[in-house]
């Protein structure tokens, strides 16, 4: 659906985007990840006509995106970051001058719009002014304006951008539902987003591909040495039985109150050692009252490939203006 | 050019839905009516041998309410836009930059033309309520109505340009004063010292916006301020059509 070769983007003096190749396959929700500044939204600009590239190209549903833009444009359903909108219009005005705008007619504009504020639930705002709307609304009506003219292909620039935790969940769900119609190229920092919905994830930093690969494969190619947390009634002392097992590599003891401590046992990447500890502590007769395991979720992964790729610059750069 | 009056009516909508289109309307035809009848006064004072509708168009007065107007119809077109965002949900839908920039223009010359209506109802009017056959002269009123949409579209076009420019609407209010002012006061420079007939008052009388104005208020078409406001208006255009390509390439 989409094929990006060498995308390039030059401002004065800085490089937004850097050579970037990238395949999207019909029918592929893909999270594209990366701090503030990345290279995310001028990369998204870029597939969507907003802005030429520099160097390289892409072609969306075969269409070139310099040589035939309006057909592109045709195909792609885009919500910018912040979802601008006119604040003077109504719901549903809005979305039929934007259905009319992308080619429906007068009839078939009405049903895609009635269709579009049905999947995103807008019917209670129809005849409110965009101007009155809360945040989580804006971005349903900006979802509706990217999805009215049934388009293949799906870009959503930070779609959960300022929602709150419930907003999120839904459009989270919403996002999923869509994913079944339309082809979905979203982008976020948030990594959670992309671990639930996004079948694969590519990851951005200073305008460079880091990484591209399902999310499930990004953990498990990242994963750090996992680490296992035991609370039990046991003297300090106890560290130096629990680094005797197999597959320990490192015990961080810490007292709390009333004789109780807590151990975090820094473990190979394979082994599962929570076993060999309860078996430990009955032959101690240690009291235990938390045995747990906590494995890298995506975000780790995700820290872990910034920092290795740039060491002290990576956590300032997570803030830069976009 | 489906998309031409989609977004044509869009703007015109737009428009005539804030109250500021009703609050310039009224003042600019109160500014107007009140010249209108000053006019009547002098001319029942003082024979005159020029057209009542000659007069009102020829007074400093209507120049400037007339000049002021420009700016504030334009000055939302594409600044407005920049500011809001909505420009990029505009330019990526599938709608050439040239639609966008015609159906912006055309819909601001459109809101000119329906100010202006009130004043050019004065003259059909007096003349039913007086009697006063004289009052409307058609070939004064045509030539005057051509003349003032003439000056208006090229305006427009200057206002539509200024607009594209700046993300800010009332800089481009100001950028938009200053130049329609610059070019009124160009005309005058034919009387700045020099003899008249010279070269330089003939010269500069080419751009006196006043001096087209006399011409065709007598019911005079020349064929030269048409061409003159036409192809300026169609270069305007052209940049602003030319500033917002090169926001693509642009930092």
Same mark, same amino acid.
């Given at each position: 659906m989409i094929e990006a070769r060498h995308l390039t983007k030059r401002y004065a003096g800085r490089t937004a985007v850097d050579h970037i190749s990238f395949e999207v396959g019909k029918g592929e929700i893909v999270g594209f990840l990366g701090p503030n500044g990345a290279g995310k939204s001028t990369t998204l600009r870029m597939l969507t006509c907003f802005l030429s590239a520099t160097e390289g190209t892409a072609t969306v549903a075969g269409y070139d995106i310099y040589e035939d833009s309006l057909e592109v444009r045709r195909r792609i359903g885009y919500m910018p970051e912040n979802v601008p909108l006119y604040p003077d219009m109504r719901v549903g005005e809005y979305l039929r001058f934007r259905g009319r705008l992308k080619g429906l007619g007068y009839r078939e504009c009405r049903a895609a719009v009635a269709e579009a504020m049905d999947t995103c639930s807008l019917a209670a705002v129809e005849r409110k002014m965009i101007a009155t709307l809360s945040k989580g609304y804006r971005q349903r009506v900006g979802l509706a304006d990217a999805l009215v003219h049934k388009p293949e292909l799906l870009i959503l620039d930070e779609p959960t951008n300022g929602l709150d935790p419930g907003q999120i969940?839904?459009?989270?769900?919403?996002?999923?539902?869509?994913?079944?119609?339309?082809?979905?190229?979203?982008?976020?920092?948030?990594?959670?987003?992309?671990?639930?919905?996004?079948?694969?994830?590519?990851?951005?930093?200073?305008? &460079?591909?880091?990484? !591209? +690969?399902?999310?499930?494969?990004?953990?498990?190619?990242?994963? /750090?040495?996992?680490?296992?947390?035991? =609370?039990?009634?046991?003297?300090?002392?106890?560290?130096?039985?629990?680094?005797?097992?197999?597959?320990?590599?490192?015990?961080?003891?810490?007292?709390?109150?009333?004789?109780?401590?807590?151990?975090?046992?820094? &473990?190979?990447?394979? !082994? +599962?050692?929570?076993?060999?500890?309860?078996?430990?502590?009955? /032959?101690?007769?240690?009291?235990?009252? =938390?045995?747990?395991?906590?494995t890298a979720s995506l975000e780790d992964a995700f820290v872990d490939l910034l920092k290795e790729e740039s060491p002290p610059e990576s956590s300032s750069s997570l803030k830069t203006e976009n | 050019m489906r998309p031409f009056s989609i977004l044509f009516f869009k703007e015109l909508r737009s428009f005539f839905l804030s109250p500021m289109a009703y609050v310039i309307m009224a003042l600019f035809t109160f500014l107007n009516g009140w010249l209108f009848v000053s006019m009547v006064r002098a001319m029942q004072m003082q024979a005159s041998p020029r057209s009542l509708v000659h007069n009102l168009f020829a007074s400093g007065w209507f120049w400037m309410g007339f000049l002021i107007l420009f700016p504030l119809i334009t000055m939302r077109l594409f600044a407005d836009e920049r500011k809001m965002g909505t420009i990029e949900g505009l330019l990526t839908a599938p709608v050439r930059t040239s639609e966008v920039v015609l159906a912006k223009y055309g819909a601001a010359v459109a809101v000119y033309l329906v100010l202006l209506l009130p004043v050019f109802a004065f003259f059909p009017l007096f003349r039913l309520v007086t009697g006063e056959v004289t009052a409307f002269q058609p070939g004064a009123v045509w030539g005057s109505l051509l003349g003032l949409f003439l000056i208006g579209a090229f305006h427009v076009s200057i206002g539509t340009l200024a607009s594209a420019l700046t993300a800010n609407p009332l800089i481009a209010a100001m950028l938009t004063f200053v130049f329609v002012m610059l070019h009124y006061f160009l005309g005058f420079l034919q009387n700045f010292g020099m003899v008249t007939g010279s070269v330089w008052s003939e010269g500069m009388s080419y751009f006196s916006t006043t001096e087209h104005m006399n011409v065709l208020a007598e019911g005079l078409v020349d064929s030269r301020p048409l061409v003159y406001y036409l192809s300026f208006s169609v270069l305007l255009l052209s940049l602003t059509h030319h500033v917002l390509e090169s926001r693509k390439w642009r930092a």
């Open positions: 969940r839904q459009s989270r769900n919403l996002i999923r539902e869509l994913g079944e119609r339309h082809t979905i190229l979203i982008s976020t920092h948030i990594l959670s987003e992309v671990e639930m919905t996004c079948g694969r994830v590519i990851i951005i930093d200073r305008g &460079t591909i880091k990484a !591209s +690969d399902s999310p499930q494969n990004l953990i498990r190619r990242l994963r /750090r040495p996992g680490s296992v947390l035991l =609370e039990a009634k046991a003297p300090a002392t106890a560290a130096t039985k629990l680094a005797a097992i197999a597959g320990v590599q490192e015990v961080n003891p810490s007292e709390d109150q009333d004789g109780w401590t807590s151990f975090v046992l820094a &473990t190979d990447p394979q !082994s +599962d050692v929570r076993e060999a500890v309860h078996e430990l502590a009955i /032959r101690e007769s240690w009291k235990v009252r =938390e045995l747990s395991s906590r | -």
